[in-house]
């Protein structure tokens, strides 16, 4: 299973950005999928979640800014950012949670992180 995200990139305050991440290879199902971020000299942290159901959840800190959204059928995830500020600056990773097959235990994967940067 990889994860491949893009579209990430330089942006001004209070502009937006979409970054996408798309799960391939030979998988049962996705469960959940999100969006997690690392600020230089910070924890990884949550940015949002989203179940196959459509179920969401974010951090207190984007809502009503982001919007978390997927497409089961591509099995992809995107992260709708808007009214950005310098404090989003941060590597952004996906994350899906897996099941292989059906036996087998679902497994957490993540994508390789795309940078977003918010210039003031």
């Known amino acids: 299973v990889q994860l491949q995200a893009s579209g990430g990139g330089l942006v001004q305050v209070g502009g937006s950005l979409t970054p996408s991440c798309a799960a391939s290879?030979?998988?049962?199902?996705?469960?959940?999928m999100g969006w997690y971020r690392q600020a230089p000299g910070k924890q990884r942290e949550l940015v949002a979640t989203?179940?196959?159901?459509?179920?969401?959840n974010y951090a207190d800190s984007v809502k009503g800014r982001f919007t978390i959204s997927r497409d089961n059928a591509k099995n992809t995830v995107a992260l709708q950012m808007s009214s950005l500020i310098p404090e989003d600056t941060a590597v952004y990773y996906c994350?899906?949670?897996?099941?292989?097959?059906?036996?087998?235990?679902?497994?957490?994967?993540w994508g390789q992180g795309t940078l977003v940067t918010v210039s003031s």
């Open positions: 290879g030979s998988f049962f199902s996705v469960n959940v």
């Open positions: 989203i179940t196959s159901t459509g179920i969401t």
């Open positions: 994350n899906a949670n897996v099941l292989v097959t059906p036996v087998t235990p679902a497994y957490n994967y």
